[in-house]
């Protein structure tokens, strides 16, 4: 899998993401500027929308939610998350049961 927003780290992946909070339902809904566009249920307010990404990711690749960290914008729509214990491939498959990119 060769995609400009999943890179692969020792023992894990980064994850470029771009959040919508407010949604109806937390989902997968695509790709957009180089990044993996996901809608979150939770208001971005004290930090709820990040715990809300963090704990549906940890949960949608079969990880603790400690092996989630976010890295960079925790004050931004754009994101960067680590995730350890997972490979390029987990993250695949992740994609192939939400969308199609």
């Known amino acids: ?7 692969p780290l020792p023992g894990g992946v980064r994850l470029a993401v771009q959040i919508q909070p407010n949604a109806k339902k937390t989902e997968v809904v695509g790709v957009l500027d180089d990044a ?17 990404l963090v704990k549906w ?9 400690s ?6 914008g925790q004050t931004n729509k754009k994101k960067l998350l680590e995730v350890t214990g ?15 990119v």
Do not use: F, Y
């Not at 899998?1 to 890179?7: G, I, Q």
């Not at 993996?36 to 809300?52: D, R, V």
């Not at 990711?57 to 939610?65: D, E, F, K, N, T």
């Not at 993250?91 to 199609?100: A, P, T």
């Open 1 to 7: 899998m060769s995609r400009s927003w999943c890179s």
């Open 86 to 100: 997972v490979t390029l491939d987990d993250v695949g498959r992740l994609l192939n049961r939400s969308i199609s």
């Open 67 to 72: 092996a989630v960290t976010l890295t960079h």
């Open 57 to 65: 990711l940890a949960g949608a690749l079969g990880v603790s939610r």
């Open 36 to 52: 993996l566009k996901i809608k979150l249920a939770a208001q971005p307010i004290e930090g709820k929308a990040n715990e809300a």
